[in-house]
């Protein structure tokens, strides 16, 4: 069964940094999808990062809104995903969650298309704030 275990948030200045870590176990697929989400108050939940990985690729897409600030990663050794966030704005503030793709979904379309219908499995949410 999948599980998804997401850590690393706190409150930072503006301008600040955080680094937020995620493990994840019983994914044995050779190709998979792994994102980052996040809610802030009275929004929807929306995309903020996904990783692909195959044999032959490791694509990253990242919401516009935190493009060139944002980074996701992954240590497959430790079967963990990270996402290092920089240069953090009080429109950055939400919980934060860690997601792996659905099993039933091409993992490859679910990164891309960074659809939140398409991630089956997560993590319990990390709070980040950033006060101004």
């Known amino acids: 069964q999948v599980q998804v275990m997401d850590s690393g948030g706190g409150s930072v200045q503006a301008g600040g940094s955080l680094r937020l870590s995620c493990t994840v176990s019983g994914v044995t697929e050779s190709r998979t999808c792994m994102g980052w989400f996040r809610r802030a108050p009275g929004k929807e939940r929306e995309a903020v990062a996904t990783?692909?990985?195959?044999?032959?690729?490791?694509?990253?897409y990242y919401a516009d809104s935190v493009k060139g600030r944002f980074t996701i990663s992954l240590d497959n050794e430790k079967n963990m995903v990270f996402l290092q966030m920089n240069n953090l704005q009080p429109e950055d503030t939400a919980m934060y969650y860690c997601?792996?793709?659905?099993?039933?979904?091409?993992?490859?379309?679910?990164?891309?298309?960074?659809?939140?219908?398409?991630?089956?499995?997560w993590g319990q949410g990390t709070q980040v704030t950033v006060s101004s």
């Open positions: 997601a792996a793709g659905d099993r039933d979904w091409e993992p490859f379309a679910t990164c891309a298309r960074m659809s939140v219908q398409h991630f089956g499995y």
């Open positions: 990783i692909y990985r195959s044999s032959s690729r490791l694509n990253e």
